[in-house]
């Protein structure tokens, strides 16, 4: 069965610093992973898109790595700030059989001042 | 462009009540969906469409229907509301399936939050 663990469940930082999320996947055969950005009562919105040939992707302070040997991809925020509390799900689609993406159930992350 | 709206935001609906969600997006797009997330788990698929007059099951499709009458909407119906289906639901639209090297955005509306009583 496709599955997607993310971890920390929640995470809390200090407005200002670093932090790293992770998504660990068993999504096979792989066709692509996606970091969404989901603030609270909201739509989740991309953030970046990655095939199985990219290994790294950034957005602005937002970079994401993939390492689809491991099937690990971690979400790297840089300098954060508060509008960066928000839920972070990582998505992994297949490119074989059923289209149903493979959605994690997220991080929480909060940014303190 | 207005993107992916969702009508209505909020529901309160009694047990054994019908109701329908309306999806809509400027966008142009094929594909489009409706998920539910419910609080600890994942998103959902519970219906997807490729085009105008399909639709197909995805995840968790019981007690749903849904409609493409026309490419820009899709809708989303309850014809008997239950506790269980107390969610938030969210639509989603994109250009095209991802298939092997092929990246489609999926772009979310806000949301519909619905509480069967």
């Known amino acids: 069965k496709n599955q997607v663990e993310q971890s920390p469940q929640s995470l809390i930082i200090l407005e200002g610093k670093n932090c790293t999320l992770q998504?660990?996947?068993?999504?096979?055969?792989?066709?692509?992973l996606r970091w969404y950005k989901q603030d609270t009562g909201r739509g989740p919105v991309s953030l970046t898109i990655?095939?199985?040939?990219?290994n790294t992707k950034s957005n602005g302070r937002y970079t994401a790595t993939l390492d689809a040997d491991t099937k690990q991809s971690s979400l790297h925020i840089t300098a954060s700030q508060l509008s960066d509390s928000a839920s972070y799900i990582c998505?992994?689609?297949?490119?074989?059989?059923?289209?149903?993406?493979?959605f994690g159930r997220g991080t929480s992350l909060i940014v303190h001042p | 462009n207005a993107g992916v709206t969702q009508t209505p935001k909020f529901r309160v609906l009694k047990t054994g009540q019908s109701m329908t969600l309306l999806c809509a997006q400027d966008?142009?797009?094929?594909?489009m969906y409706w998920y539910r997330q419910d609080p600890g788990m994942g998103l959902r698929l519970i219906h997807y469409?490729?085009?105008?007059?399909?639709?197909a099951k995805g995840e968790v499709p019981d007690g749903y229907n849904v409609s493409r009458l026309k490419k820009q909407n899709f809708l989303l119906g309850l014809e008997s509301a239950a506790p269980s289906q107390t969610s938030v639901y969210f639509c989603?639209?994109?250009?095209?399936?991802?298939?092997?090297?092929?990246?489609?955005?999926?772009?979310f509306g806000p949301g519909t939050r619905l509480t069967v009583t």
């Open positions: 989603a639209s994109s250009y095209s399936r991802g298939l092997a090297g092929e990246i489609y955005e999926q772009y």
């Open positions: 998504c660990n996947y068993t999504v096979s055969p792989f066709s692509n």
């Open positions: 990655m095939t199985f040939s990219e």
């Open positions: 998505v992994v689609s297949s490119s074989g059989g059923s289209y149903i993406p493979t």
């Open positions: 966008m142009n797009h094929e594909y």
């Open positions: 469409s490729v085009g105008e007059g399909t639709t």
